[in-house]
């Protein structure tokens, strides 16, 4: 009873550097999601994918690319890390519409020096 | 405005007692309304969701919507110290995506 898998777990860059955060779900879900939650923020939407081969922006998606690989994975990326990126992704996912909430991840806690 | 409101708490509340949290919404075509409990260092985990005005229980839970009053509250029975942690209230409404609240830190002193 996998769910939702993120990898890594943790994960320490130089401001400047790239990587990318990997998200697979075995629900059979459509939907899925990239939030991050920084301390006092609560979770805030960075992009999302309503279905296989869409991909919308959320709320606070600059400095972030996403891909949405197949219907299983979905990977968020940043390009060139900045110290204001650091905090904590959840990546989550959904029935098409999320009317009966989120499956989350178990986070990548992320800190760029 | 945000668009999901919470009082961040702390909310300190005895054991056994009855634990209230609260939330409310800014929009009035919200269809479907979630509780998350979140552990220290975890990821949110549903707990409730209701969708028709009224309550609706689960063991010791109660969830509470009025949308008239586009309030949402979260009733936690017999309080225990395994309930501390804190409460995420989330909306979904249109576009294919959940808008949560900050959250409500919830303490349960023995």
């Known amino acids: 009873n996998a769910g939702v898998t993120q990898t890594p777990k943790f994960q320490v860059l130089k401001t400047g550097q790239s990587m990318t955060l990997q998200c697979a779900q075995d629900m059979n879900h459509n939907s899925m999601y990239w939030y991050r939650q920084d301390p006092g923020m609560g979770l805030r939407l960075i992009y999302y994918s309503a279905s296989e081969g869409t991909t919308d922006k959320g709320e606070v998606p600059n400095g972030y690319n996403v891909s949405r690989l197949n219907k299983r994975e979905f990977s968020l990326r940043l390009e060139s890390a900045a110290p204001s990126q650091t905090s904590v992704y959840f990546c989550a996912s959904s029935e098409a519409a999320p009317a009966y909430g989120y499956t989350f991840g178990s986070g990548t806690r992320l800190t760029v020096v | 405005q945000k668009e999901v409101e919470q009082n961040s708490g702390p909310l300190s509340v005895p054991e056994g007692a009855i634990a209230s949290l609260n939330c409310t919404y800014s929009d009035r075509g919200s269809q479907s309304f979630f509780w998350y409990r979140q552990y220290s260092g975890k990821s949110p985990e549903l707990i409730m969701f209701i969708y028709s005005n009224g309550d609706k229980e689960d063991g010791r839970f109660t969830a509470q919507l009025n949308k008239a009053s586009q309030y949402v509250s979260l009733l936690i029975r017999d309080s225990q110290p395994s309930d501390s942690a804190t409460y995420l209230c989330?909306?979904?409404?249109?576009?294919?995506?959940?808008?949560f609240g900050s959250g409500t830190r919830l303490s349960i002193r023995p």
């Open positions: 989330a909306v979904y409404s249109s576009a294919s995506k959940i808008i």
